[in-house]
């Protein structure tokens, strides 16, 4: 089955620095996305970004499809974006999530 | 939009003892609604996939019989733990989709069984 691998494993920030996350693929895929789960474990959807770029206030994230990868940048980041931020992506016809195993993010004061 | 609830949140309960979980969609209707379990510093690992009407597809080594899925309505779906022991102690979670294969995620529930 595909893989999906993301880097860093951990990354330890001061309010305010920018951050680029980013998850590699091994095959095509028709979804992919980007979650970040809160210390209370809820998984909040960031991005839906099978290509192309998007943004969201501070957080952007662009998927190079035919490259195989996404990147995710968070910039100006505050404590409260610590947490542990995943990639997934489906593939084919289904609608199975294949998950990567996360960046975990602490952002200090 | 697009908000998955679960209920409960945690729930302690006896070995041997079953335990029911809901997931619902609370804005939209699910075509699909998905399972999870996530261990302890780990990632998501997919348990079973169920639509509307139908029987739930299960994982490669997940036990039918032992985690029982319904899925009522297009904004319900249940997880039963049935026999519960120590070691299904875990976080589950469950997530919906509707037409589009964005997945929304419920806010988990925390299962601890002495």
């Known amino acids: 089955g595909i893989q999906v691998e993301q880097s860093p494993p951990d990354l330890i920030l001061q309010e305010g620095a920018n951050s680029t996350l980013r998850c590699n693929f091994s095959?095509?895929?028709?979804?992919l996305q980007w979650f970040h789960q809160n210390p209370w474990g809820q998984l909040i959807n960031l991005f839906y970004i099978p290509s192309g770029t998007k943004q969201n206030g501070r957080l952007s994230a662009t998927t190079v499809a035919t490259e195989r990868y996404s990147l995710l940048y968070i910039s100006s980041s505050q404590t409260t974006d610590s947490g542990v931020y995943f990639c997934?992506?489906?593939?084919?016809?289904?609608?199975?999530?294949?998950f990567g195993k996360g960046t975990k993010l602490t952002v200090n004061p | 939009g697009a908000v998955v609830s679960q209920h409960p949140s945690w729930v302690i309960c006896k070995s041997g003892t079953s335990v029911k979980i809901e997931c619902r969609s609370l804005?939209?209707?699910?075509?699909?609604m998905f399972w999870y379990r996530q261990f302890p510093k780990q990632s998501l690992m997919l348990m079973a996939t169920?639509?509307?009407?139908?029987?739930?597809?299960?994982e490669q080594g997940v036990e039918k019989d032992k985690f029982l899925i319904n899925h009522a309505s297009l904004t319900l779906s249940t997880l039963t733990v049935t026999s519960a022991h120590p070691e299904d102690s875990s976080f589950y979670i469950c997530s919906a989709s509707a037409s589009t294969y964005e997945q929304y995620f419920g806010p988990g529930t925390r299962l601890t069984v002495t």
């Open positions: 997934a992506v489906t593939q084919g016809g289904s609608e199975k999530l294949v």
């Open positions: 804005d939209f209707q699910a075509t699909t």
């Open positions: 169920s639509n509307e009407g139908s029987k739930a597809t299960y």
């Open positions: 095959d095509s895929v028709n979804n």
